[in-house]
């Protein structure tokens, strides 16, 4: 059989094409891509930098350049840092919570009978448009308790019921815990798939060996699937530093859940100030490079493997 | 565990790739529980089924209150609506889609999502094609471009496009925001679809070659029937995320109602109907509707596209 298969593929392989035959039509297979690309990201970047050294006038048109002058305003404004602030609550405990709860749902998930029905489930809430959560969480977080479900089932233990999205103590984590219901499934279809991918020869030998159940997640399961979990948490840092609807649809930046994608889309296109707005999103740009450096590193180094 | 029983010949000089796959499916099948090994399997099953239903009760709470009569729906809770004798109606429904125009809000979001569907996947695969099996100078520099701009905030596109758009009288129409769909999917498609095509067989690739297919050729009927896995689950990512946006919707259509889809005239009565529940319930699960049945159908693909595209790698 071996001889058989090699024979095979001694006949079939092709003669060597020259590797430096250089596709020049390549340029119009990529043409459309990079157009779009370079009006929808560059230009924009570029504009945006400019924009964000300038003043506007009343119409919010540039009226010449400030220098530093919207940064400085971006970190003196009260609204402005508050934003900041909750941009930095949610990158903690949005990125945390859905890449930790996907992580343990599809440790505990994997080879359990009902595998795919649990997934479903935890899956739905991905194919939900920020608006409809909205809806859905407003039955659970409504200061009635004739048909809010938290508080009616706290009111089980006599805890007084809290208008749990107006209050200014509790909105950023009820806005968080929406986000971290829709997001948790993805963070578990993939880590999932990655998990399917370790091979049986690495767990039993780890298993003869005596490690316990601990042992064999940290030293194991984790280390296995080390790119994937990457790639997971960088999407969710992109995603979480970005956050935009699930803020807007529910109280609108008010009562303390304002965010700085909030602000910009505020500053940017309702009140005029399209100067302070650019700063903002130069800003959610720098957050991104250090996420975006290390994933281009750990890119090449996987071509460099391919 | 008897797993190690089987032959651990997969790995062999000469065995077919085939048969290498077949050993180790069948030895998965045999490992179950083999990550927390020693937990009571029922135990684990229960503790599984409790976050799944933990994670539903919010849904299935709207599901309900959506069929509860308008004088119901907010001074009782819908658990209560579960207790007989039941009290359900399909008013909700019909109210919704005949008086509150959500019914062409429903069409304005298929004319936008369906091309905001194809038009990235196209042009991305395209471009993935070119990044994946031909050489041409600057190949990788345009390649790791395309990945860097995977995490450029896309507001920061907003501004400047608008501008451009509202100048040469775009803004408010259809194409404008399949042109802004098409841009912001296309990071993602080129990524995802460049790291597939890339591990299709060379030998394949070559044979086309030599037996004179042109690359136009090879492209649409090598290439494309394929990476079906990838195209489907980036069709359920895109699909999802043009169907379920709302900014790139307010900001280049504006919020005139003839050509507003779903999620803005549902956002709209959020904001207009407050406390309307029995109208914003059943609009709420017409709009979630579509995404699910694209969802399930297309399920099968979705996980395996991911895996063969960036974790495998």
Known sequence: ?306 | MSTSEIPVTTGQAGTPAIATQLVRAAEEEKAKGRYLKGWSGSGLTILVVVIGLLWSVPTFGLFVASFRPPQLITTTGWWQGLIPPWNFTIQNYQNVIQAQGLGQAFINSLIIAIPGTIFPILLGAFAAYAFAWMKFPGRDWFFFGVVALLVVPSQIALGPVYTVFSAIGLTGTYLAVWIAHTAFGLPFAVFLLRNFFAALPKDLMESAHIDGASTWRTFWTIVLPLSVPALASLAIFQFMWVWNDLLVALIFLGGSPSVQPITLAVADQVGTYGQNFQILTAAAFLSMALPLIVFFSLQRYFVRGILAGSVKG
């Open chain 1, 1 to 306: 059989m071996a001889t058989i298969a090699k024979e095979r593929t001694a006949v079939t392989a092709p003669p060597r094409r020259s590797r430096e035959g250089i596709t020049w039509s390549a340029w119009i297979w990529i043409a459309p891509a990079v157009i779009l690309l370079l009006a929808f990201f560059i230009y924009p970047l570029i504009q945006t930098i400019f924009l964000s050294f300038q003043k506007t006038d009343l119409l919010g048109n540039p009226a010449g350049f400030v220098g530093w002058k919207n940064y400085q305003f971006v970190f003196t404004d009260s609204e402005l840092l508050g934003a900041l602030k909750n941009n930095v609550i949610w990158l903690i405990l949005a990125t945390i919570l859905t890449v930790g709860l996907g992580l343990i749902v599809a440790v505990l998930v994997d080879r359990v009978k009902i595998e795919a029905v649990v997934k479903s489930m935890l899956f739905i809430p991905m194919a939900i448009s920020f608006t409809a959560a909205a809806i859905i969480w407003g039955f659970v977080f409504a200061y009635d308790n004739h048909y809010g479900l938290l508080n009616a089932f706290l009111g089980l233990f006599n805890v007084p019921a809290q208008a749990w999205l107006q209050n200014d103590t509790f909105a950023t984590f009820g806005l968080i815990a929406i986000y971290v219901w829709m997001w948790t499934g993805f963070c578990m279809v993939i880590l999932s798939a990655a998990l399917k991918g370790i091979p049986d020869e690495i767990i039993e030998a780890a298993k003869m060996d005596g490690a316990g159940r601990l042992t064999m997640f940290w030293r194991i399961t984790i280390p296995m699937i080390a790119p994937t979990l990457g790639v997971v948490i960088t999407t969710m840092i992109i995603n979480v530093l970005k956050i935009f609807d699930v803020v807007y649809v529910n109280t609108d930046g008010h009562y303390g859940t304002n965010v700085v994608a909030m602000e910009f889309y505020q500053r940017y296109f309702l009140d005029n100030q399209p100067g302070v707005g650019s700063v903002l999103a130069i800003l959610l740009t720098i957050a991104i490079l250090p996420v975006m450096v290390i994933n281009i590193r750990r890119m090449r180094a996987q071509e460099r493997t391919r």
